[in-house]
């Protein structure tokens, strides 16, 4: 059968500057991203992490690479093993390592070393609220976040929680890349709406590679 989107180049679309949602770039690696995550996961599983506030996160998280972000009732930080497991964090493979520096080069970064990747899965209904990635060392360091499975809105706003936002549909594949002038803008998701994709099941999962050290 014809498939009208199988032959589909990315494509750049900017959002502020220095920051630009790289469309597609990532989806003909979906699979074997999915497989590694699915891998991960099976290391250091899934979970809903308590807010310093004391309220459970919507969105479960595993992470991989030298360091992990993760929260407890004494705050968000970067930390070397996972809590819940007490494990390490497995390596970050070749794989994300190279999409996350190839992609911040194209998004203008160059130089990129993620030490960190938080992987985030959302199921029908969870969200991350509008809030700054600003736990990391060197602000000069961008963000490279990926897109997998079921799409979501993305929230892009200013430097204020009040500011408005610019909401954009993030599918499978996607690829945002923020740093520089736009590194610590408020950005967030809205409510997952329920569905079944065919390569990630009823979830969308969200890559964030970070220099975090
Ligand atoms: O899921 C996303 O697209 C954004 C994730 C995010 O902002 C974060 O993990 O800090
Ligand atoms: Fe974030």
């Known amino acids: ?9 990315p494509w750049q679309e900017p959002l502020a500057e220095g920051a630009v949602i790289l469309r597609r770039r990532a989806r003909d690696q979906a699979d074997a991203l999915l497989a590694e995550i699915y891998a991960i996961a099976a290391q250091n599983p899934f979970a809903h992490r308590i807010t310093p506030g004391g309220h459970r996160m919507s969105v ?3 992470n991989c690479g030298d360091l992990g972000w993760s929260s407890d009732s004494r705050g968000y930080q970067y930390t070397e093993q996972d809590n819940h497991s007490g494990h390490k964090w497995p390596p970050m493979p070749s794989l ?9 080069q194209e998004a203008g970064f160059s130089g990129f070393n993620p030490d960190a990747c938080l992987i985030n899965r959302y199921e029908p209904g969870a969200k991350l609220t509008l809030h700054q990635d600003k736990d990391e060392k060197d602000l000069r360091q961008p963000i490279v976040s990926v897109s997998l499975g079921l799409p979501a809105v993305f929230q892009f706003g200013g430097f204020e929680r009040g500011d408005a936002t610019q909401r954009v549909l993030l599918e499978h594949g996607d690829i945002v890349v923020w740093g520089g002038p736009s590194r610590l803008r408020y950005h ?16 969308r999962y969200n890559l964030t590679f970070r220099r975090a050290h």
């Open 1 to 9: 059968m014809l498939d009208l989107f199988s032959e589909e180049a």
């Open 96 to 104: 994300f390592r190279e999409l996350a520096q190839q992609t911040a």
């Open 60 to 62: 479960a998280m595993t």
């Open 188 to 203: 967030g998701i809205l409510p997952l709406k329920p569905g079944v994709h065919p390569q990630a099941g009823a979830f």
